[in-house]
């Protein structure tokens, strides 16, 4: 799939993009797979063609994302894919479309869906992160725009997800949290800390001693930015 969005991306001239046109049947593959192998060699295809056509990945998985309704896992991974390797792209995007969309489904998520919802979580906080370091380095100033969301996020994730009974839920959670609290400012972390700390050492302590690393991580960058 990977060798397929390659040569697309190689045989692209001064005409239209070949892999515009394979954008659509990757984007249905994903969306519609049931078969977890199916899935990932399709994802792996997206995220090729992602890297080659950002912009137009972007339109067409934001096209997909209906609101009130949580998106597929496949859809999840993709934009999840695009925003880490395209946050200039898919940066704003988030702010104006996909995060007030998600946000609002986070409490009602249930099974394996939030699974794929922690983990496009987390490469969106990554994708921003990295989007402010950028701005810093070119104008000397490092501001997140995205302080409310996270912070409203990271509550919901603190009350529903984990003390899920799902040790992947419980990871996803930890994974999303770790990345996104270093997005929050000194007066937000002041309000969270109270709770946030408490509910991660509780998580922790309850974690078998090798099942422990997510919910350290969170701790950890919980502290570092405390």
Do not use: Y
């Amino acid at each position: 799939a990977a060798d397929i969005a390659r040569q697309a991306q190689r045989t692209a001239g001064g005409h239209a993009l070949p892999v515009e046109s394979l954008l659509g049947p990757a984007i249905d593959e994903v969306d519609q797979a049931s078969d977890a192998e199916l899935a990932s060699v399709a994802g792996d295809l997206l995220a090729e063609l992602g890297r080659a056509a950002p912009h137009e990945a972007a339109q067409q998985l934001i096209a997909r994302c209906a609101a009130g309704v949580l998106p597929s896992p496949g859809l999840l991974r993709g934009l999840g894919d695009l925003a880490q390797a395209s946050p200039p792209v898919m940066v704003p995007q988030l702010k104006s479309q996909l995060l007030p969309r998600l946000l609002p489904l986070l409490g009602a998520a249930k099974g394996d869906a939030r699974i794929a919802l922690g983990i496009a979580l987390h490469h969106f906080a990554q994708a921003i992160s990295a989007h402010d370091t950028e701005a810093a380095n070119a104008e000397g100033t490092a501001t997140s725009s995205f302080s409310s969301e996270m912070q409203a996020a990271i509550e919901l994730l603190l009350a529903g997800w984990l003390p899920s009974r799902s040790e992947r839920v419980r990871d996803a959670a930890a994974e999303a949290i770790s990345s996104m609290v270093v997005l929050l400012p000194a007066g937000h972390m002041r309000t969270l800390i109270p709770r946030l700390l408490p509910n991660l050492v509780a998580s922790r302590s309850r974690e078998r001693e090798w099942e422990r690393f997510p919910i350290t991580a969170a701790l950890w960058a919980a502290l570092a930015h405390a």
